[in-house]
């Protein structure tokens, strides 16, 4: 089980998505998502674990990460909270059984 939660922040909206156990298993700001918490997102940030674009979602950056999945729709307009849970189902986390 996991709760989604909402925090203003000088970068903008992040979103987090914390386990039953009170951590933080993901976070998302703008169009990416980091594994864990993170204070200080940004594209080069060490964390980052996924990003969207158009339909695609990359592992990485998508400017050079692959594609592991694609969406019937454009995800990178989507709003944060099914970034969370796209990103989620993905890497297996609250039940996910995630990409093999």
């Known amino acids: 089980t996991c709760t989604a939660l909402q925090t203003d922040h000088p970068s903008g909206q992040v979103f987090a998505l914390v386990g039953a156990d009170g951590s933080t298993v993901l976070t998302v700001w703008q169009r990416f998502v980091f594994s864990g918490a993170v204070e ?3 594209v080069d940030h ?18 050079e990460g692959d594609i592991v999945a694609h969406a019937s729709a454009e995800i990178d307009t989507a709003g ?5 849970v796209l990103a989620a189902l993905v890497m297996g986390e609250c039940g996910g059984n ?3």
């Open 40 to 42: 200080h997102p940004s």
């Open 46 to 63: 060490e964390q980052l674990a996924f990003s969207f674009k158009d339909e695609g979602i990359y592992l990485g950056g998508f400017w």
């Open 80 to 84: 944060p909270m099914r970034r969370l």
């Open 98 to 100: 995630g990409l093999p």
